[in-house]
């Protein structure tokens, strides 16, 4: 059964930093690229960041350039670090995959197939 779960979000005085786990069952990140999205009500969902399964490459929203880090740990773990957080980074975040075959922009949500349920990140004073 192909499974994301994350963990990891909570809540941060502006200026401070947290990191947010993706662990991945059913596949491997030998065979599937991973994205990080986030959302607010009333929004559309959004790209925050991707990792290639092909190459590692990494790829940022121009709002978390800087600031935001992806990696991998293994074949099964993605992180998201995130530091300078802003109040206007709360959200839901989520991590997605997708085949390794699949080189559709990264930030298009419709070309993944899987979900985490999501982890609330709030950024208050």
């Known amino acids: 059964q192909v499974q994301l779960v994350e963990s990891g979000g909570g809540l941060v005085q502006p200026g401070g930093s947290l990191r947010l786990s993706c662990v991945l069952s059913g596949m491997s990140l030998e065979h599937y690229s991973v994205g990080w999205f986030r959302q607010t009500p009333g929004k559309e969902r959004e790209g925050v960041s991707y990792?290639?399964?092909?190459?590692?490459?990494t790829y940022y929203a121009e709002s978390v350039k800087g600031r935001f880090t992806i990696s991998r740990d293994g074949a099964t773990k993605v992180y998201l670090q995130m530091n300078s957080l802003k109040v206007e980074d709360t959200a839901v975040y989520y991590c997605?995959?997708?085949?390794?075959?699949?080189?559709?922009?990264?930030?298009?949500?419709?070309?993944?197939?899987?979900w985490g349920q999501g982890t609330q990140v709030s950024v208050s004073s």
């Open positions: 990792i290639s399964s092909s190459d590692g490459r």
């Open positions: 997605a995959s997708r085949p390794a075959a699949i080189d559709t922009l990264w930030s298009h949500t419709w070309s993944f197939d899987s």
